[in-house]
Structures are given as structure tokens and as C-alpha cells.
């Protein structure tokens, strides 16, 4: 299913993601730069 299973496969993920510049971090948060990619992010992993 995707899921992310350990802090190290997070921490991974986040440094791609940002290294590709699809997330930017500002702060204590994170910006997803592409807003198709934020709603399917919100629905898949923060919505029941």
C-alpha cells in the first residue's frame, strides 16, 4: 500500500521529496509546491 513504516523511511522520503523541490521545509512544517500533489497527500494519508 505506500505506507511509510519507520521514522528512517519518513526521513528519507522528506529528503527526495525535497531534493526533487516537490516540498520546500519553512520553519516546523513542510510546503508541497505542487497542489494536486497536496490534495492527493491529504486525502491518502490525513483524511479517514
Known sequence: ???LTSAS???T???L???KDIISQQE???LVYDR???IWLRKKFISS
Open 13 to 15: 522520503s522528506t529528503r
Open 9 to 11: 523511511s519518513v526521513a
Open 1 to 3: 500500500m505506500g505506507m
Open 28 to 30: 516546523n512544517h513542510y
Open 17 to 19: 521529496l525535497m531534493e
Open 36 to 38: 494536486l500533489f497536496d
